[in-house]
């Protein structure tokens, strides 16, 4: 069926507590409404090789029994009875009566209801405002008749109630394999282009990573689970640019993503350059891993936060903190980021999960954050120890 006739025809019973109690259908997310029906409408205009799309079926209700008719061989089929309906699937034509349903449909009570697949066809422009031109794909469809609001509701919470989510680290890594290198082009996937770098073999988070789908082989090399998911490793690698933007930019120039998007040397150069800007966030992670190897091996995340979403996002929140002081010092070798990180040790982090209790989400990161940048700047002074040693020594006097 063309998607903008089973638009047309149909319609949702949306549940209103005070318009419509009776209603089926929940109600519209505008942002899932958007994204599903520009995903079908323009499946016309993308290439079929490199961007397949498939639309998932609809499933309707018919609630007027007389507007619709089914007819099998030239004969109309007649819905009390099962008498000449057989076992095996048949070819059929589908007849709609608009004289006989609300038309167009309304959202309470449609002749034909929209069990599933509402958000696909929502935005679906109405019949004037079409232009001649506009193209819509054909949509496979579910056609059920005659079955009660009560049953209505039982299979719309079969078919979403149930649903298990796809892991998002796996939808990212299906993003890896299919954009590659142009990921680096969009400013909300280069996030992904970097991690997918640093989970390379040999690179810092090499088997600390879990990049989704079955975990049965990476338990059996490693003997564990890796402690983070390529999805907060994304998300690590997000503000870790947030907080570089001048040297982004300098290294990925509107210019230069412009040229990359149609040349193949431009986006070359843009990886290169993008190369370099993953050294110095590898440096980081290095030193890290070099300060606190106590709380590095621990994968199981029993005793230290590194692995935790609030460590990891903090220390990720404090990275561009050292990049960018190293850079404008222009001393950017991996024992310069170690003396950084040593100074947030110095300072009395341990990163221990005791000192830790009740944070939680992003305003726990930042109050991790905020508590390793200060470690930074008194364990860069050197006042850490040396207070400690008066502190010892005046003490001994009294006595």
């Not at 034909?112 to 794909?137: C, K, Q, T, W, Y």
């Not at 621990?298 to 230290?304: E, G, I, L």
């Not at 936060?305 to 190293?326: D, H, K, R, T």
């Not at 008066?390 to 001994?396: F, Q, V």
Request: hydrophobic share 40%; proline share 5%; glycine share 8%.
């Amino acid at each position: 069926m063309p998607l903008d006739l089973a638009a047309d025809v149909s319609g949702p019973d949306i549940y209103d507590e005070k318009l419509n109690p009776f209603g089926t259908q929940r109600d519209l997310k505008p942002k899932h409404a958007k994204e599903a029906s520009e995903y079908a409408l323009t499946a016309n205009t993308v290439d079929s090789e490199t961007d397949p799309r498939s639309f998932p079926e609809v499933i309707f209700n018919v609630r007027s029994i007389g507007a619709v008719e089914i007819i099998k061989d030239g004969e109309v089929i007649d819905f009390s009875s099962l008498d000449g309906i057989g076992e095996e699937p048949e070819i059929v034509d589908l007849r709609i009566h608009l004289d006989a349903i609300k038309y167009p449909s309304e959202n309470f009570d449609p002749s034909i209801s929209r069990m599933d697949g509402n958000h696909r066809l929502s935005r679906v422009p109405a019949i004037e405002d079409r232009g001649s031109d506009d193209l819509f794909p054909k949509i496979s469809f579910a056609l059920f008749i005659g079955l009660s609001k009560n049953q209505e509701r039982k299979l719309f919470a079969d078919i979403n109630g149930k649903q298990e989510k796809v892991d998002v680290s796996y939808l990212a890594q299906i993003s890896m394999a299919l954009e590659g290198d142009r990921l680096l082009l969009n400013g909300q996937t280069r996030p992904l282009w970097f991690a997918k770098r640093l989970v390379e073999s040999g690179e810092i988070f090499n088997n600390v990573v879990f990049t989704g789908g079955a975990k049965k082989g990476v338990v059996e090399a490693l003997g564990y689970t890796p402690p983070i998911n390529l999805a907060l490793l994304k998300s690590m690698v997000a503000q870790t640019l947030r907080g570089l933007d001048p040297i982004v930019v300098s290294q990925m120039p509107p210019e230069l993503l412009a040229r990359a998007h149609t040349d193949k040397d431009g986006l070359k150069e843009l990886v290169d350059n993008a190369q370099l800007l993953k050294t110095l966030i590898s440096r980081f992670w290095t030193a890290v891993k070099k300060n606190y190897p106590e709380a590095w091996q621990d994968t199981k995340k029993v005793k230290y936060i590194l692995f935790q979403s609030i460590g990891a996002i903090g220390l990720s929140q404090l990275a561009p903190v050292v990049i960018n002081e190293l850079v404008e010092k222009q001393t950017v070798k991996q024992e310069d980021f170690d003396s950084a990180i040593s100074h947030v040790r110095n300072g009395g982090i341990t990163l221990e999960k005791t000192n830790y209790a009740g944070l939680a989400g992003l305003a726990g990161a930042r109050k991790v954050y905020e508590g390793l940048l200060e470690a930074k700047v008194a364990g860069g002074t050197g006042l850490t120890g040396v207070m400690g040693d008066l502190i010892e020594a005046k003490e001994s006097r009294l006595d």
